[in-house]
T-cell receptor
Framework: AQKVTQAQTEISVVEKEDVTLDCVYETRDTTYYLFWYKQPPSGELVFLIRRNSFDEQNEISGRYSWNFQKSTSSFNFTITASQVVDSAVYFCALLDPGANSKLTFGKGITLSVRP | GAVVSQHPSWVICKSGTSVKIECRSLDFQATTMFWYRQFPKQSLMLMATSNEGSKATYEQGVEKDKFLINHASLTLSTLTVTSAHPEDSSFYIC?????????FGPGTRLTVT
């Protein structure tokens, strides 16, 4: 069975602080995809990144960076120099490929960035 | 990127009535669409998987007679909440699948009074 654990439920930081959101996953598949989504108060899910299981390179996109480590089954997300607009719920998700494969979501982390 | 729309974005209905929510993939054909439900401060829970031209596959605990799903074309899936009750009030999100990608609609907020 697949499982995504986001142990942190709520994080509050002051603007300009760096913050790391943790994600640990479980799967028996050797091929899979990992995602991060942002859900602002409006509710619409915003896609942030997709990483396949064969690509362990870390990725940086502006203030965002992701650290994928298969050895620890983790896919952590770091926001550098956080801003108030980063306040949202962040979901990590796992997808196994194949017909009708399902996206498994973690419980989400509520990030509050205070001015 | 691919766009998925939902209509309506919000709806208020009376208990006992039925509500239909549409999900459209605007610039691609989606053989598979998914319906999720999200209660306040909770994660997205998959309700059902919808394949074009065939019956939907419901997750355990989801009543198929209450949540009717129709995937009539490669760009449209509908979710009908029949005989809605206040406990059905939730945020309903659809998504459409392309190989290796899954695109989400903006969601529909349903309030049953």
């Amino acid at each position: 069975a697949q499982k995504v654990t986001q142990a942190q439920t709520e994080i509050s930081v002051v603007e300009k602080e760096d913050v790391t959101l943790d994600c640990v996953y479980e799967t028996r598949d050797t091929t899979y995809y990992l995602f991060w989504y942002k859900q602002p108060p409006s509710g619409e899910l915003v896609f942030l990144i997709r990483r396949n299981s064969f690509d362990e390179q870390n990725e940086i996109s502006g203030r965002y960076s992701w650290n994928f480590q298969k050895s620890t089954s983790s896919f952590n997300f770091t926001i550098t120099a956080s801003q108030v607009v980063d306040s949202a719920v962040y979901f990590c998700a796992l997808l196994d490929p194949g017909a009708n494969s399902k996206l498994t979501f973690g419980k989400g982390i509520t990030l509050s960035v205070r001015p | 990127g691919a766009v998925v729309s939902q209509h309506p974005s919000w709806v208020i209905c009376k208990s006992g009535t039925s509500v239909k929510i549409e999900c459209r993939s605007l610039d691609f054909q989606a053989t598979t669409m998914f319906w999720y439900r999200q209660f306040p401060k909770q994660s997205l829970m998959l309700m059902a998987t919808s394949n074009e031209g065939s019956k939907a596959t419901y997750e355990q605990g989801v009543e198929k007679d209450k949540f009717l799903i129709n995937h009539a074309s490669l760009t449209l899936s509908t979710l009908t909440v029949t005989s809605a009750h206040p406990e059905d009030s939730s945020f309903y999100i659809c998504s459409a699948r392309q190989p290796g990608e899954q695109y989400f609609g903006p969601g529909t907020r349903l309030t049953v009074t």
